[in-house]
């Protein structure tokens, strides 16, 4: 299996100082999304009558992108449990023990 081209990428969120993160080539397009998105939303804090500093809306993108993920796996979570109990009583009763 041949190794992916890696790609060294600038990524430049808020007024936050640019860096360098290596991202496989296929991945590129995929980091170059979520960059874009992070950004629109953090403008979205940051214009406006009640607008936050870069950082503050910064930190709200931060969390609600955490809030998410912790929901998405606690929920992955959940329903893999359910379906391992599922199997498990599926087991149980082609033994004849349910």
Do not use: C, W
């Not at 890696?6 to 170059?32: C, G, M, N, Q, W």
């Not at 939303?41 to 993108?61: E, I």
């Amino acid at each position: 299996m041949k190794p992916q081209n890696e790609h060294r990428i600038t990524i430049k969120i808020a007024d936050v100082e640019a860096f360098k993160l290596p991202v496989e080539e296929s991945e590129e397009s995929f980091y170059r999304r979520v960059i874009e998105q992070i950004n629109k939303n953090v403008n979205r804090f940051t214009f406006g009558p009640h607008s936050d500093s870069p950082q503050v809306a910064l930190a709200k993108v931060t969390l609600y992108y955490a809030t998410m993920l912790y929901r998405q796996t606690s929920l992955l979570n959940s329903q893999s449990e359910m379906l391992q109990s599922f199997e498990e009583r599926i087991d149980r009763l082609l033994e004849g023990s349910d």
